[in-house]
């Protein structure tokens, strides 16, 4: 009898291999309890239909029933440091200006003017400023939102300027992250985001800089887009030169609550698909290292350290040299692995301290979407810190490694990008119109289209 004859659907792992909660747990300084919790149930094994990618009545109801309700991180608290500083957010056809007061509070108002429509400042565009004034007939607010001018005032006796502040759009912030949400009942932010404040307790990304920001144009739907980062499935195939230090089949995969789910995935173990002339501890860290022993460049293991714990030394000594901090009380899981949160619905974000990404997807009409990817890093100690960075744009054909800082996993990304558009073009010429899904693997994908359909049959919101 085959072990998936034993288990129920869902109960089946990679087999003959270490779970990576296993595997990091004994690492040498353990793991870090968050990352050994494990929250996973069987969500079904139903097709997923293509519609949900191609059409634009399912992108509509997103729009209407989604987007409106769910919280998204706009900005970073350093893109609007000093009173007066601005900065617009987008997704589809909303809109949202977060502005810093002369009181330093913060504020966000829609981006429309009240007299005809117009928008106060472009689209994706950030900046100083002293009020807020249209660009068509000059109506301007005070940057906590009040008509404070209005040309021809005689002419407008309708208008009371007391009844005339700018509609105020909900925020809370976490971890440095302005998050914001259209939905003036929507529940607060804390709760939205489930275990992730509990989680991040130690993390601190409030105290990270952007080092890089990129936005990338892709060839696909805002999920397809995301969902090529849900899943260490496709390193095999996609990134197949990374699986002599890449433990993918026996990644783990978590979901907790309607929001967050997670998966984690170790650097320095051999994907459990190399089953012949699997690589020595003192191979894999040559090739971590980036010396082959062959080339006699290799670095001698230490007796008794395995390859990744090693090498996560070695990385914290590379960063320790480059931020002036010590970094020796994080764990060996911390400090190399692929540790990704997502945030329904469109945020990923990674605590590591090599892999300390973060990403975000904004639908670009049905078949396109924009991708923020950013790189977060420990903040100086003391002197100042860098301003956020003007993001660096790509477009669908520009690969990545254009962009200085991302000349490594650029290149991975790029591989990434090829899928998408192929994926499009498939979903549109199936003979199937569905995808099967994995089970184990592949259910933060599934996860993501139950927690989208919870918003939109307005069960939760
Ligand atoms: S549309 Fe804004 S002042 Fe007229
Ligand atoms: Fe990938």
Redesign the pocket.
């Known amino acids: 009898m085959s072990l998936n004859e034993e288990t129920k659907p869902g109960d089946a792992r990679c087999p003959d291999h270490p779970s990576t909660k296993e595997l990091i747990k004994n690492d040498k300084g353990g793991a870090p309890k968050p990352l050994l919790e494990e929250s996973y149930n069987f969500l079904g094994d139903e097709d997923i239909p293509y519609e949900r990618y191609t059409s634009e009545k399912f992108a509509n109801a997103e729009d209407e029933h989604m987007w409106s309700k769910v919280w998204q991180w706009a900005c970073r608290e350093e893109h609007i440091p000093e009173p007066g500083d601005y900065y617009v957010y987008d997704v589809g056809d909303r809109s949202a200006i977060i502005v810093r007061t002369e009181d330093n509070e913060i504020k966000v108002y829609y981006n429309s ?6 928008q ?1 400042k472009p689209a994706n565009s950030s900046g100083f400023c002293k009020e807020l004034k ?6 301007s607010w005070s940057l906590k939102g009040e008509l404070e001018f209005l040309p021809c005032d005689w002419d407008f006796p309708h208008v009371n300027k007391e009844e005339f502040s700018l509609p105020e759009i909900k925020f809370d912030i976490w971890c440095g992250f302005i998050f914001i949400n259209f939905d003036e009942n929507a529940k607060p932010l804390s709760e939205y985001l489930g275990v992730l404040p509990r989680h991040f307790e130690n993390w601190k990304l409030e105290d990270r800089y952007i080092e890089t920001h990129v936005i990338k144009k892709l060839p696909a739907n805002w999920k397809v887009s995301a969902e090529a980062f849900l899943e260490a499935y496709h390193v095999l195939e996609t990134h197949s030169e990374g699986v002599y230090t890449a433990g993918d089949a026996n990644a783990d995969y978590d979901i907790f609550g309607d929001h967050i789910s997670r998966f984690v995935h170790t650097i320095g173990y051999t994907s459990p698909h190399i089953t012949e002339n699997r690589p020595s501890e003192q191979e894999i860290f040559d090739i971590l290292m980036g010396k082959r022993t062959e080339e006699g460049a290799g670095q001698k293991l230490p007796e008794g350290t395995s390859a990744r714990e090693a090498y996560a030394e070695h990385v914290q000594e590379t960063m320790k040299e480059k931020f002036k901090q010590d970094f020796s009380h994080l764990t060996v899981t911390e400090t190399i692995d692929s540790i990704e949160y997502f945030a329904f619905p469109n945020a990923f974000f990674f605590p590591g301290l090599q892999l300390s990404m973060v990403y975000r997807f904004r639908p670009n009409g049905v078949d396109g979407a924009l991708f923020d990817l950013l790189f977060l890093r420990p903040k100086p100690i003391d002197g100042p810190c860098p301003p956020p960075p003007e993001p660096f744009a790509l477009e669908i054909e520009d690969s990545y490694t254009k962009c200085p800082g991302t000349e490594f996993l650029g290149a991975v990304y790029d591989q990434d990008t090829n899928n998408l558009l192929s994926q499009t073009k498939g979903f549109k010429s199936s003979f199937k119109k569905g995808q099967s899904l994995g089970n184990y693997q592949e259910a933060r994908t599934r996860h993501f289209h139950q927690t989208i359909d919870k918003y939109l049959e307005n069960i939760n919101g």
């Open positions: 003017c009240l007299h005809r429509g117009t106060l249209c660009p068509f007939h000059g109506w």
